[in-house]
């Protein structure tokens, strides 16, 4: 042990300060408190930077330390996000075989549902945290995440700290599921292994998934395990997981479209059959999550359920970017919010340009099907999947923090780094949670997405790659 201190004083110095650093985020930090915040998020990641650069190759180490900072958390109540509370409540209804889609907390407080009244545990404190907007509205998360809210309120149905604890734990061992089968995929794309630390040692993961309880981890496990089977082409087992993924949150599916190159540059069959299979696969994608759907089936709840989904689209904005400009333009032009018109046109946008990715083909992507390079090509389908969601997010009304952990996931698998520095970013849309309520500010929104899209272009257009070989080589020692 002596022997180890004194060989890694250094490395053990950043985990110290890091250490200190989480827990001053975990235990002493209001959301309104933005300069400490940022200043925070800025010395972790910094940290975090030094932590990867010295200890290039030492898997268990790292794994280790992330796991650590995680466990900083553990029983304390998140500081920056109140969701954690709707979370609760859906769980303790479920875990009550009541269907958390049919009713509001709003219903239940105001004594306006019968068949709530005495059910949930400490249901004012649940209502007063999770606060009047989210709770009169109706539960949108899917079922497989409404089973793990279930699974808290099973162990600590009495107890909100309880819960809380429960829950962080099963996202936790998603991040672990996450470094494991990104570790393994990265190994079969020819990458080094150690990139997904570039995910999971990140702060903002760290704090915003573990810390703050949102399930976007997950998610991101099931899509990272079945892009591993996918890539072996299990696809059927890939399907489910990936439907399963759908069911914890619904992002996956905007995904389904981009598969159809990875299915038809199968060499070993015809075209026709392996058509077939897209279809079979998406069938399957499809067919899990509505099954995980049945058991809430309702007319009503397929009523409230479309209801809640459109508010996303057509009522709710925070932290847009693409959106802020129209909606700058409408009130010049028009004078009135269009966000109604936009939130219907905006998803129509998205779906046209994900089709553009399937079918576009530039000279390195027909290369590599002349080639026939399986990595290349999986490694292809991951750059549309990381482009696609990008997209979505730049023009859609609403782009929380959390929402970056997909592209931030994603990019560990290509070279594209523009998600790591939106995940720091995106931070600043924490500006606008002040002591008397919410307001953003919108030069400091316009500074996030000058950044992300400035660095996207460079590093798109402009870039060169053989700077980007240099300091991946800086960074981590290759490892073939």
């Given at each position: ?25 975990a235990?002493?930090l ?25 200890n ?27 969701d954690?509370y ?8 479920v875990?009550?075989?009541?269907n ?24 004012q ?27 808290a ?39 080094n ?26 998610m ?23 439907g ?12 389904l ?43 009503q ?7 809640t ?22 009130l010049?032009?028009?004078?009135w ?19 553009t ?18 990595s ?68 400091l ?7 992300v899209?400035?660095?996207f ?12 070989n ?11």
């Amino acid at each position: 042990m002596l022997n180890f201190i004194k060989n890694n004083k250094t490395p053990l110095l950043l985990v110290i300060l890091s250490v200190v650093f989480y827990a001053t985020f975990a235990y002493d930090l209001n959301r309104s408190d933005f300069i400490k915040l940022i200043s925070l998020f800025g010395a972790l990641f910094f940290l975090s930077f030094k932590i990867l650069q010295i200890n290039q190759g030492r898997f268990w180490f790292l794994a280790v330390v992330g796991v650590l900072f995680r466990l900083i958390f553990i029983g304390v109540i998140p500081n920056l996000s109140q969701d954690f509370y709707r979370f609760i409540w859906d769980g303790r209804l479920v875990f009550q075989e009541i269907n958390p889609y049919l009713f509001t907390p709003e219903s239940a407080i105001n004594n306006l549902s019968t068949a709530l009244k005495g059910t949930v545990n400490q249901a004012q404190e649940l209502y007063s945290g999770m606060g009047s907007l989210n709770g009169s509205h109706y539960s949108n998360y899917p079922p497989v995440n409404q089973l793990f809210f279930a699974i808290a309120a099973l162990f600590a149905g009495k107890s909100i700290l309880g819960s809380v604890i429960v829950m962080r734990i099963t996202i936790i061992l998603a991040d672990i599921g996450i470094l494991y089968f990104g570790r393994k995929l990265l190994i079969k794309l020819n990458q080094n292994p150690n990139k997904i630390f570039w995910y999971f040692l990140n702060p903002f993961i760290i704090t915003e998934l573990t810390g703050n309880l949102h399930f976007e981890g997950m998610m991101l496990f099931f899509i990272v395990w079945s892009l591993y089977l996918l890539f072996k082409k299990k696809w059927i087992l890939s399907g489910i997981i990936l439907g399963i993924s759908v069911s914890v949150k619904l992002i996956p599916l905007l995904f389904l479209p981009l598969f159809f190159q990875w299915f038809m540059s199968w060499k070993e069959v015809s075209k026709t059959s392996n058509f077939l299979k897209l279809i079979t696969f998406h069938l399957i994608i499809v067919g899990t999550a509505l099954l995980a759907f049945l058991p809430f089936y309702s007319s009503q709840f397929v009523s409230n359920y479309i209801e809640t989904i459109g508010l996303w689209f057509q009522n709710f904005e925070f932290n847009a970017s693409v959106y802020y400009v129209i909606r700058w333009i409408g009130l010049k032009v028009i004078g009135w919010n269009i966000i109604e018109i936009v939130g219907k046109i905006l998803p129509v946008i998205v779906v046209l340009f994900l089709l553009t990715l399937i079918f576009y083909k530039s000279s390195s992507t027909v290369q590599i099907f002349k080639e026939n390079n399986k990595s290349k090509m999986f490694r292809q389908l991951i750059i549309t999947m990381l482009f696609g969601i990008s997209f979505y997010y730049l023009l859609a009304t609403t782009v929380h923090p959390w929402y970056i952990a997909t592209p931030l996931l994603l990019s560990i698998f290509t070279n594209y780094k523009f998600p790591i520095v939106w995940s720091f970013m995106v931070l600043f849309s924490y500006s606008a949670y002040k002591i008397t309520g919410c307001s953003e500010n919108l030069w400091l929104v316009a500074l996030e997405y000058v950044v992300v899209i400035g660095y996207f272009i460079w590093e798109v257009f402009l870039h060169d790659s053989s700077f980007e070989n240099k300091v991946n080589k800086r960074l981590f020692k290759s490892q073939s």
